[in-house]
């Protein structure tokens, strides 16, 4: 039962629910899913379906269990480990597609443009050089923003969606391969537009993508061939293919399989165990070395050399051999550390600020409009880019001297490397022997400005580093959201690595530390930045690690990240969470608060349902799928026997909220909403999970003015009631909204879960009997036909059902899930939520103890903002 859509007022047929939209409170708004306008908050959304990682065991499933022995477990376990390789060579030889082009468009521009501004340096047309830049970039930007408008969910980096994904939401069309196709073309033109975006974040969305489509391929593939292998249809492998995959678009990115396997746990999944670390640290293993054996044949014609790890990666961090005095960092130098990872903080709270409020405007005033609008401001963005840049490196740039490295290893890598460094400098309008600091910066791709910071061992000005900081910071928050493919790691990281530099010059140059080394102060520059911008903690540390080959760096990076993500936390969230937020997806956190506790099941639960019987006529299961947006719905059967216990007043029912009508006319008050948590509260209090002894003093309480014979009598049918599979049956009735009060509150024994998803496939495939026949003249499904839609099963609303007879009944009790996880009324918010969470549920029960269902929680009952509503009502009435 996923939250319905819209607001109430467009679905409540009482005119007095609309007419009072203006005088509700706050927590009325929050618990509704709308917006409060005054505070322009952006509340979550109920028309986000959660993804289903419970298993459900019915009999189509247990008919699957039957045939598995040993031998085909292995065998499925075989085949498990050959698709997570698979994801890993796919993601890496992608990586590869995005970088070789990259580097070929790169290559191109900047090699026209820079022959163009030498020979206009002296001609004095730099006019012309600066529109020969802005053709190219223009261009590729616009190609970038035509893919966005072919696929939207492929701009931006797509980590929030993906990390929405791994915490069990459906973000529609997040996983499909015309995304995928859209976000490795997009960001290489992207990047190759000069806009401060970055390959390197798109990859984990890449890599998810390929870990969700290569299973349902190869399982397809199999079904061709006679081989029944069903177990990669569900959402439950499909999640650990998706966390395999974006392990390893990190450990591509990189070259960090550990820091991958690390960021997938810490930043995305809410279900982990051994056997899928095991299986993600080799999909990332398989994507490193799959890029780094390619990249290195390319580049080096030494293939099997690999010596290429990542996309991106820094180097090795090394002191002068004439300088004795040089370490790489001392004891001493981690107070500096700390104080860079507070100033890092500070800075990642101003960029997440001010990104938050160009994303609002955003969605306020650029998404509203015609798609054209959104490619217009891209290119307007690549435009201001572009001017800047060029500008800036004519006319800010100072002339260095060039300073070439004295410390070159043997090896053919460390050679090249080195001297990718040196001839990255330019000498835009510089004498012999001198570069052009700012245009070495701007005129270089970002991991060989990168590159530069780190290692070139000539300085660069410290107004220049000041001016670079500035332009970058700023254009960089402007355009991360725009609607282009876009990364943020390595503009994070060169804007932070030119901060770490800047300190490292103020520190040698004016306090007189002549000891330091640069190329760590940039280091934690780099760190400090991105830490205080995404605000992770333990795989960062691991992949900078990896990104440096340097272990002696873990204690300075780790202390920098963690200062550095608790004082960005004091002001607001990561950059991540707060797009998650905008975009009003209801991500569960990874433990509630403590004053949460003071609430139980009852309190948050929702207690109107909707449910089936379990056997029902088909015309009731779809009025009852075409009236509602319900994913699940309860199997019940009725116990007419204890109505009478909370049958009170005369009230109206409407599909949320019910309004108590006053008997007087002529009060003139309006209707005070009220939920049915109140009347179920009572009901599910009263037959709390005592021991049976207690269970029969409590129920022999409430029925004291009965004899003995009949309170025993009524006591063996409430315990005896939970086996007996289906007692009384109502094929002919089902959830109306003309249902009296009584009929629509009335007792239910719950028998199980079905999902909306198996209800169709049982009408689409006629899965019925008549009412003259037995329920097992009805035809069965197997596991793979009950699954063979997956993921894109029918709607009801496009289906043709007029062949089938209404009159017929359908038995649902063979496909429900009997044994979902269920919690008491009067569980504990805390307990709720972590099994929600770590079992992945999408619908959570709530049963008393003589097994009548009083309420369902899902996701939406369980999000913060929820949760401090009800709180709030908690302390009102207390």
Known sequence: ???????????????????????????????????????????????????????????????????????????????KWTVVFAI???????????????????????????????????????????????????????????????????????????????????????????????????????????????????????????????????????????????YFQSDRDKRD?????????????????IGGTLFSLEEGSSFWNQGLTWKVLFCSMSATFTLNFFRSGIQFGS????????????????????????????????????????????????????????????????????????????????????????????????????????????????QVRTEDVNSSMKTFFCPNDTYNDMATLFFNPQESAILQLFHQEGTFSPVTLSLFIVFYFFLACWTYGVSVPSGLFVPSLLC?????????NILKSYIGLSHIYSGTFSLVGAAALLGGVVRMTISLTVILIESTNEITYGLPIMITLMVAKWTGDFFNKGIYDIHVDLRGVPLLEWETEVEMDKLRASDIMEPNLTYVYPHTRIQSLVSILRTTVHHAFPVVTENRGNEKEFMKGNQLISNNIKFKVKET?????????????????????????????????????????????????????????RYTPYPNLYPDQSP?????????????????????????????????????????????????????????????????LTLLNPRMIVDVTPYMN???????????????????????????????????IVGIITRHNLTYEFLQARLRQHYQTM
């Open 1 to 79: 039962m996923a939250g319905s859509r819209g607001p109430l007022c467009s679905r409540c047929k009482l005119c007095c629910c609309c007419s009072e939209r203006e005088t509700r409170t706050p927590e009325e708004l929050t618990i509704l899913g709308e917006t409060q306008e005054e505070e322009d908050e952006i509340l979550p959304r109920k028309d986000y379906e959660s993804l289903d990682y419970d298993r459900c065991i019915n009999d189509p499933y247990l008919e699957v269990l039957e045939t598995m022995d040993n031998k085909k477990g292995r065998r499925f376990e075989l085949v």
């Open 88 to 230: 890993g060579f796919c993601t890496g030889l992608v990586g590869l597609f995005v970088d070789f082009f990259v580097r070929l468009f790169t290559k191109l521009k900047y090699g026209v443009v820079e022959a163009s501004v030498e020979e206009c340096s002296q001609k004095g047309c730099l006019g012309l050089s600066l529109l020969e830049l802005l053709g190219f970039n223009l261009t590729f930007v616009f190609l970038a923003s035509l893919l966005v408008l072919i696929e939207p969910v492929s701009a931006g980096s797509g980590i929030p969606e993906i990390k929405c994904y791994l915490n069990g939401v459906k973000v529609p069309g997040i996983v499909r391969f015309r995304t995928l196709v859209c976000k490795a073309l997009g960001v290489l033109f992207s990047v190759a537009g000069g806009l401060f975006v970055g390959k390197e974040g798109p990859m984990i969305h890449s890599g998810a993508v390929v870990g969700a489509g290569l299973p349902q391929l190869q399982a397809s593939s199999l079904r061709k061939i006679q081989i029944n292998f069903p």
């Open 241 to 257: 293919f998706v966390s395999a995959g974006a392990s390893a678009g990190i450990a591509a990115a990189f070259g960090a399989p």
């Open 303 to 414: 293939w099997g050399s690999f010596q290429l790890p990542g996309l991106l990666n820094f180097g090795e961090f090394k002191c002068s051999d004439s300088d004795k005095k040089c370490h790489l960092w001392t004891a001493m130098d981690l107070g500096l550390f700390v104080v860079m990872g507070v100033i890092g903080g500070l800075l990642g709270a101003i960029f997440n600020c001010l990104n938050k409020r160009l994303a609002k405007y955003r969605m306020r005033n650029v998404h509203p409009k015609p798609k054209l609008v959104r490619v217009l401001e891209s290119l307007l963005i690549c435009l201001v880019t572009t001017v800047v840049v060029f500008v800036a490196s004519m006319v800010l740039g100072e002339c260095r001297q060039m300073s070439f490295s004295k410390h070159v290893r043997n090896d053919s890598y460390q």
């Open 496 to 504: 932070g690595a030119a901060y770490g530099r800047l300190v490292a």
């Open 665 to 721: 006319a002529s009060s003139g008050k309006k209707s005070s909403i009220l939920t049915r948590a109140g009347e179920q509260r009572k009901r599910s209090q009263s037959m709390k999970s005592y021991p049976s002894s207690e269970l029969r003093h409590m129920c022999d309480e409430h029925i004291a003015s009965e004899d003995a014979a009949e309170k025993e009598d009524l006591l063996q049918q409430m315990l005896e009631r």
């Open 736 to 800: 109306s909204e003309d249902w009296t009060m009584e009929e629509r509150f009335r007792p239910l024994t719950f028998h199980g879960l079905i999902l909306r998803s198996q209800l169709v496939t049982l009408l689409v495939r006629g899965v019925c009997y008549s009412e003259s026949q037995s329920s097992a003249n009805q035809p069965r499904l197997s596991y793979a036909e009950m699954a063979e839609d997956y993921p894109k099963y029918p709607d009801i609303h496009d289906l043709d």
């Open 818 to 852: 009997p044994s979902p996880f269920t919690v008491s009324p009067n569980t504990h918010v805390s307990q709720v939520f972590n099994l929600f969470r770590t079992m992945g549920l999408r619908h959570l029960p709530v049963v008393n103890a003589v097994g009548e």
